[in-house]
């Protein structure tokens, strides 16, 4: 089960970082991504990070600003998330794939866990 934390209100140019735990399962033998999604709109790829922190990837609209880790002895992944921006509100989601290099499709990840919101007012 993965149980992500971490969002809330923030202000332009603030910073949050996100959290996603696991319990019952190992999150080393797993890629880990990120993903949001505002109402009415598709969910959208923001980072992901592989086994082992091998490799990892952003979308561009969060490139430069947000930094995905991997705490795998704590069972846990990150997102700090820097200089936000209004259109950064959505709810966000982890997600644990198989896979051993990180993917951007929601369709390779196996595992997701409940959302948490994040509101940013310009």
């Known amino acids: 089960q993965l149980q992500a934390s971490g969002g809330g209100l923030a202000q332009t140019g603030d910073s949050l970082r996100l959290s996603c735990a696991a319990s019952?399962?190992?999150?080393?033998?797993?890629?880990m991504g990120w993903f949001r999604q505002t109402p009415g709109k598709e969910r959208e790829f923001v980072a992901a990070?592989?086994?082992?922190?091998?490799?990892?990837g952003y979308a561009d609209s969060v490139k430069g600003r947000c930094t995905i880790s991997r705490d795998d002895a704590r069972n846990t992944v990150h997102l700090q998330m820097n200089n936000l921006k209004p259109e950064d509100t959505a709810v966000y989601y982890c997600?644990?794939?198989?896979?051993?290099?990180?993917?951007?499709?929601?369709?390779?990840?196996?595992?997701w866990g409940q959302g948490t919101q994040v509101t940013v007012s310009s």
């Open positions: 997600a644990a794939s198989r896979l051993f290099i990180p993917r951007s499709g929601g369709r390779d990840y196996d595992y």
């Open positions: 019952g399962c190992t999150l080393s033998t797993y890629s």
């Open positions: 990070i592989g086994r082992i922190g091998v490799r990892t």
